[in-house]
């Protein structure tokens, strides 16, 4: 048998036997289906990347008002659709390193404050345009703009002068920042042509695939653009972009074959999902977190009694136990965990208490008015169920908490950083300084808690400016304290990115910098 069987596996080395001729002759063997399977993806795989195919995902977090403008970019279909057509200058590697992309290189002065990149020559714009610093100086140039209200305009804010300089793209710092690089990762800064300033939405740019449709909240499409850059990158005919952000129908969608891959797999259904034998469900840690967000300019909650109260009034544990079923991780009420490489584990974990939790509402001379969270199904999975954990531990303590549920679509644009209370997710971000700059800096669109003090913000950028590294920690480690007990964050939880795979691909890749292997999916699978 073991002779038939390496016969068996050099046909599919040489692409000359199906996955179903594999499995049905396998099975004639004796052999079981979870051992042919994984037989069968070692062949496949041991022949390396195949090109061909139509790749669809069916995913959680579009909605009918998303642009492909990428700096509107705020949920995961965005998210994605800008990895299909788009490229930033870096990438951030699995492994925490900077990966080049349109910048061949990344160069830094001594004192971290002069950054040159230098630009990959010959790159093509899906209109046929060839790329140049100009475009590229453009582009930031418009998500430094505070019109544009990009979700990158925190990150740009440390920036004195940038310029282009023939085949360079050059950024001069008002403060040294050894993190530059990792900024320039950030996935709403994809090179547009002419920065995309005429029209930030033509979704035209210099990734693998290229639009072809665009029907927001539906549906997106997109196909080979074969002069791109990089050969290596997008093995598919065509890339799909489904939205179903129905959990159960998303579910049911990749079960049945007609999506590929889904994200958000629910943790309550991940285990026996993966038992599946056609295919595999994939937990990725990371520094994803899902939150409850105050903001701190707004009545009740310019009361930091009554935001203490709620932080107090959450139990961490059991949303993880409940909500997480342990794919994930216990959160402190700040956006950094040990994933951080500056992360400081001394700072004290805050527990459920309802004694502490009551004798901070009283602090607070609450009037006793309904407290109102909003939430959706579509603000993370499980995020209906952990808000009515929440408002029942909240009770114990007297605390008077109201859910009031919104529907998915128009969730990200009409209720999360407008409402000054709701449930909301973070993927999270490579590096602290860029967390930090996104969503806590007061001058940063994305800042959701409206969390705006100037301490923080000199200590954000002394951290910048430090290059020892013992004592940018120290400086992290206040920033984390400050925003733990006087910010508008809640996190109960970190959550580990949970997807569904068909056995069909292969070339799976994990990935903590974001979901879908950073998006990368259509760019490093491929079809056995």
Same mark, same amino acid.
């Given at each position: ?10 046909q ?22 979870a051992v042919?399977?994984?037989m069968? @993806? $070692?062949?496949?795989r041991?022949?390396? &990347?195949?090109? #061909?195919? *139509?790749?669809k995902?069916?995913?959680? +977090?579009?909605e ?29 590697a ?5 990966e080049p ?7 830094g ?19 046929g ?14 998500h430094?703009?505070?019109?544009s209200?990009?979700g ?10 940038m ?21 320039? @990762? $950030?996935?709403?800064?994809?090179i547009? &042509?002419?920065? #995309?300033? *005429? ?5 035209? +740019?210099?990734g ?10 539906v549906?997106?499409l ?8 990089n ?17 159960t129908?998303r579910?049911?969608?990749?079960q ?6 889904i ?15 056609n ?5 990725t ?13 707004t009545a009740p909650f ?19 136990d409940?909500?997480?079923r ?11 965990n ?16 309802v ?5 901070h509402?009283?602090?607070s ?9 909003r ?10 169920d ?8 909240a ?13 998915n ?10 409402q ?8 999270g ?26 301490a ?15 004592k ?5 480690s ?14 109960p ?5 949970v ?9 799976w ?14 760019r ?5």
């Open positions: 048998m073991n002779e038939q069987i390496t016969h068996m596996a050099g599919v080395t040489a692409g000359k036997m199906t996955r179903r001729e594999f499995m049905g002759k396998a099975a004639a063997l004796g052999v079981s289906a042919a399977s994984t069968f @993806a $070692d062949a496949a041991a022949a390396g &990347p195949k090109k #061909g195919g *139509d790749l995902f069916g995913l959680q +977090g579009g009918s008002t998303n642009s492909l403008d990428p700096a509107t970019y705020a949920s995961s279909v965005p998210f994605q659709n800008g990895k299909q057509f788009g490229d930033q200058l870096v990438e951030v699995p492994d925490g390193s900077i992309r349109l910048a061949e290189s990344v160069e002065s001594a004192d971290a404050k002069v950054w040159t990149f230098k630009l990959r020559q010959g790159v093509e714009f899906h209109n345009k060839t790329m140049t610093s100009e475009d590229v100086l453009k582009t930031m140039q418009r430094s703009n505070e019109d209200k990009s990158a305009l925190g990150i740009m804010k440390g920036i004195e002068s310029k282009a300089d023939g085949d360079n793209f050059q950024v001069t710092l008002s403060e040294p920042n050894a993190d530059l690089p990792y900024l320039m @990762a $950030d996935y709403h800064l994809i547009q &042509p002419d920065g #995309g300033m *005429d029209n930030p939405g033509a979704g035209i +740019g210099t693998p695939y290229k639009v072809e449709v665009d029907e927001p909240g549906r997106h997109f196909t080979k653009y074969e002069n791109h850059w050969s290596d990158f997008g093995n598919f005919d065509s890339v799909e972009v489904v939205v179903i952000n129905d959990a129908a579910t049911a969608a990749l049945s074959g007609q999506v590929h891959a994200n958000r797999v629910e943790p309550k259904v991940a285990d026996l999902l993966g038992r599946a034998p295919l595999t469900v994939h937990s840690a990371g520094r994803g977190h899902y939150v409850f967000i105050m903001h701190c300019d310019d009361n930091n009694e009554l935001r203490t109260a709620l932080k107090y009034a959450i139990n961490r544990a059991d949303l993880v409940k909500v997480l342990g794919y994930g991780s216990i959160g402190n009420d700040m956006p950094i040990a994933a951080y490489p500056l992360f400081d584990e001394t700072i004290e974990q805050r527990e459920f208490s004694e502490k939790a009551a004798e509402y009283k602090k001379g609450h009037d006793g008015s309904p407290i109102v969270l939430v959706a199904d579509g603000a993370f999975p499980g995020a209906v952990a808000a009515a954990l929440f408002q029942q531990t009770a114990q303590a007297g605390i008077p908490l109201e859910i009031k549920r919104e529907p679509d128009g969730y990200w644009s009409e209720v999360w950083n407008v000054p209370f709701c449930a909301s997710y973070w993927g971000r490579p590096v602290q300084d860029q967390m930090y700059s996104t969503a806590y800096l007061s001058t940063a669109d994305w800042n959701d808690t409206r969390f705006k003090v100037q923080f913000d000199d200590l954000l950028f002394a951290a910048r400016a430090e290059l020892d590294v013992e940018r920690k120290g400086i992290y206040q920033m984390g304290r400050m925003v733990r007990d006087e910010g508008g964050l809640i996190c939880m970190f959550n580990d990115f997807e569904g795979v068909s056995n069909q691909l292969d070339g890749e994990s990935d903590p910098t974001q979901e879908m292997m950073n998006g990368n999916m259509s490093k699978m491929w079809f056995v």
